[in-house]
């Protein structure tokens, strides 16, 4: 059945630096692929999507590539900001656009 | 603000009770979907409903069943409540079923089951 697999965390980063928070899906057909991040006491908010091969979503200068070939949607982002903190989950839907999604990973950014 | 409303916020009740969560989707949105999160099984999605009907089953257990009514707000219902149910529950909507569609979620329920 379909499945996402993201890096454990939590992962903590100082402000300003690199942030990458990989993600690897096993699915049959084309699903599409979301980043999705929750911040404390709240529920998801849609971070950006793609829905096809080679699509980047790019939002808040967060982006990620759809790679079909390695099955893969990393989230990447070149500076992070205090305000970054939150709990971030990759997720494909399939049939019925029912979403799967990955464990989470929690990124804490220290000023 | 996504537009989806939850009620109630949080809900505090004892084993083998009956509760009712209630979800209003996007203004426009026909697709209803509930999910469960919790420490032990993350997020994990529960039942789909689109223009009233259910379209798609998840992990949902025999004691929760839910509806979507012809005004396109959903009720999930859970009975028979064990300390094991305690989670947050969310909604979300989307304008169709495709799964192309971006899903909007609500702010969540969550279910304290003493």
């Known amino acids: 059945g379909n499945s996402v697999t993201q890096m454990e965390g939590p992962v903590t980063l100082s402000e300003e630096a690199f942030l990458t928070i990989n993600c690897t899906y096993t699915?049959?057909?084309?699903?599409?692929l979301f980043w999705y991040v929750q911040y404390p006491g709240e529920g998801l908010q849609l971070l950006l999507k793609?829905?096809?091969?080679?699509d980047k979503g790019s939002n808040k200068g967060f982006e990620a590539t759809y790679r079909k070939e390695t099955t893969s949607f990393h989230l990447e982002k070149g500076s992070v900001q205090v305000s970054d903190s939150a709990v971030y989950f990759c997720?494909?839907?399939?049939?019925?656009?029912?979403?799967?999604f990955g464990a989470g990973t929690r990124l804490a950014v220290h000023p | 603000d996504s537009g989806v409303t939850q009620t109630p916020k949080h809900l505090i009740t004892a084993t083998g009770q009956r509760v009712t969560l209630r979800c209003s989707p996007r203004?426009?949105?026909?697709?209803v979907y509930w999910y469960q999160q919790s420490l032990d099984q993350g997020l994990q999605f529960l039942i789909q409903?689109?223009?009233?009907?259910?379209?798609a089953k998840g992990n949902i257990l025999e004691r929760f069943s839910a509806q979507q009514f012809p005004d396109l707000h959903s009720e999930l219902n859970l009975s028979s409540l064990e300390l094991g149910d305690s989670a947050l529950y969310f909604c979300?909507?989307?304008?169709?079923?495709?799964?192309?569609?971006?899903?909007?979620f609500g702010p969540g329920t969550r279910l304290t089951v003493l």
């Open positions: 979300a909507s989307s304008l169709t079923e495709w799964w192309t569609d971006t899903q909007y």
């Open positions: 699915a049959t057909g084309y699903p599409s």
């Open positions: 793609a829905t096809k091969a080679d």
């Open positions: 997720a494909l839907s399939g049939g019925y656009n029912k979403l799967i």
């Open positions: 203004s426009g949105d026909l697709s």
């Open positions: 409903y689109y223009n009233g009907e259910e379209r």
